[in-house]
């Protein structure tokens, strides 16, 4: 009912940037609170930053003041600007959305991953 679709991962060097976005598309009513997750091989997904409706955000302490997350709210898109990427930020990107379709229903929708991946 609601869809998400990633896009901009890539090779990038360390100390590189990459801007990833994030739309979303279907029977939308309301996006409540939108957000970023990373998962690389072997580890948990884990989240990295949100942001409200408002535009109240938080972060994972590891991204702090080198990633930032915003959204266009007519636009129905979340965008998440990350610089001096590091190795260790290479992992699989998924998009969340905390969703209200226009049936009323609510969703937690998540999106397919876009991969990023910072060489040394």
């Known amino acids: 009912q609601v869809q998400l679709v990633e896009s901009g991962g890539g090779l990038v060097q360390a100390g590189g940037s990459l801007r990833l976005s994030c739309a979303a598309s279907g029977r939308i009513f309301r996006l409540n609170a939108m957000g970023w997750y990373r998962q690389a091989p072997g580890s948990q997904r884990e989240l990295v930053a949100r942001i409200t409706s408002g535009g109240s955000t938080n972060y994972a302490d590891s991204v702090k003041g080198r990633f930032t997350i915003s959204r266009d709210n007519a636009k129905n898109t979340v965008y998440l600007q990350m610089n001096s990427l590091k190795p260790e930020d290479t992992a699989v990107y998924y998009c969340?959305?905390?969703?209200?379709?226009?049936?009323?229903?609510?969703?937690?929708?998540w999106g397919q991953g876009t991969l990023v991946t910072v060489s040394s």
């Open positions: 969340n959305a905390d969703a209200v379709t226009t049936m009323l229903h609510t969703l937690d929708a």
